[in-house]
């Protein structure tokens, strides 16, 4: 798994002062607990699992109970602040909003940034039809050069 912490200290603070400002617009009360798990979140280019973020957390909170980290996500997620990513077994988190795709690997369940390029897919004109978009989540599934790899099936 990748490491929980690889974002830099600048892009962080600017991540979290969007997400105190998200917040308020949005009618969340900023809490030291939702900071420290946005900030867990944010922090992470790893994709987290709720476990992972109650287990990062736990190391400046160590009371805090899985249920609220389960909890605070959900709320954050229903604000739109962080997003579910993968359809793995277990929930993925990631709070990075700017426009970009995923690769999930179908063998270890980790989950890769891929930047939007030139080559963005265009929202159809009639989705209005269906109802109110309100992210889009393009994710692509295969299994990772890692895993090919470890396989033997890379040159």
């Known amino acids: 798994m990748q490491e929980i912490s690889n974002t830099s200290a600048a892009e962080l603070k600017i991540k979290t002062e969007a997400f105190k400002q998200l917040c308020r617009t949005r009618g969340l009360r900023v809490t030291e607990q939702r900071l420290e798990i946005f900030r867990t979140v944010a922090r992470s280019k790893a994709h987290p699992s709720v476990e992972t973020v109650c287990a990062e957390v736990r190391k400046k909170m160590p009371n805090i109970s899985l249920d609220t980290v389960y909890r605070t996500l959900a709320s954050l997620e229903e604000a739109g602040v962080v997003f579910r990513v993968g359809n793995c077994s277990k929930a993925r988190f990631d709070a990075d909003l700017t426009p970009h795709y995923h690769f999930v690997c179908m063998n270890c369940a980790e989950v890769y940034d891929i930047p939007a390029g030139g080559n963005t897919p265009s929202i159809p004109d009639n989705i209005e039809e269906f109802g109110e978009v309100k992210n889009v989540n393009l994710q692509f599934r295969g299994i990772c050069n ?8 890379m040159q």
């Open 146 to 153: 890692r895993c090919r790899k470890a396989a033997g099936k």
